[in-house]
């Protein structure tokens, strides 16, 4: 089943945060979060491992609660750069790596 | 080092023709995987290789789909007899494992079936 994203789609003036979640019907083994502008390949942000290990971006956070089955992607201090659509990508099979990936949420950073 | 490269970038075909799609992944990188995204849709997953045997296809849509990697390295995606229902970018990502490992995407290759 496909991962569910809220919200849809935010926009923020430059310095402002947000927070993108992410919740699953079924049980994960990781979360992979990307960030993808127009016309160009998703881009690897962060990857969330059941029993809590993280991998990713300096500048980014995330969370995931095992037991809820729900990611949150936390953008601080949002720069222009940051503008795209943020997917969530999720692992329930924990062998594989075969990626569900949510509908999208839209970001747009203002000056 | 280089990322993970597609050809071509575009690729316009009439109906019921064949296309290949070629990936060539990030060099060492065993799992290699094909996605395919519909405008305004998440990638959606079409088959997984871990080294040359496909160890999952589930997510292709029919037997008009199917990929090879002959040797561990390139893989190519062939659809035969397109449909315009087939027209997405096709994506490429490939990673140093499977689970718990970041796949890195290639640009993809833009199809349309006219």
């Known amino acids: 089943q496909q991962p569910v994203q809220s919200p849809q789609a935010v926009i923020l003036r430059e310095g402002e945060d947000a927070v993108i979640n992410c919740s699953s019907s079924k049980a994960l083994y990781s979360v992979h979060w990307y960030r993808q502008k127009h016309g160009e390949a998703p881009v690897f942000l962060m990857i969330l491992l059941k029993g809590g290990e993280q991998k990713g971006h300096e500048k980014i956070s995330a969370s995931f609660n095992e037991k ?44 | 080092g280089a990322g993970v490269s597609q050809t071509p970038s575009n690729k316009v075909t009439e109906k019921g023709k064949y296309v290949e799609l070629r990936c060539d992944p990030i060099s060492g990188h065993t799992a290699l995987y094909w996605y395919r995204q519909s405008l305004g849709q998440g990638p959606e997953f079409l088959i997984y290789f871990q080294g040359t045997g496909a160890a999952d296809d589930s997510g292709l849509p029919n ?12 893989s190519t995606l062939k659809i035969q007899r397109t449909e315009r229902g087939d027209s997405a970018v096709y994506l490429c990502a490939s990673s140093q494992g499977t689970s718990g490992s970041e796949q890195y995407f290639g640009p993809g290759t833009r199809l349309t079936v006219t």
């Open chain 1, 68 to 111: 809820k089955q729900q990611s949150s992607l936390y953008l601080t201090a949002s720069q222009l750069s940051y503008s795209g659509t943020y997917f969530c990508g999720t692992d329930g099979s924990g062998n594989t790596g075969k990626l569900i990936f949510g509908q999208g949420t839209t970001l747009q950073v203002k000056p």
């Open chain 2, 63 to 74: 037997d008009r789909f199917f990929a090879v990697r002959p040797e561990g390295s390139v």
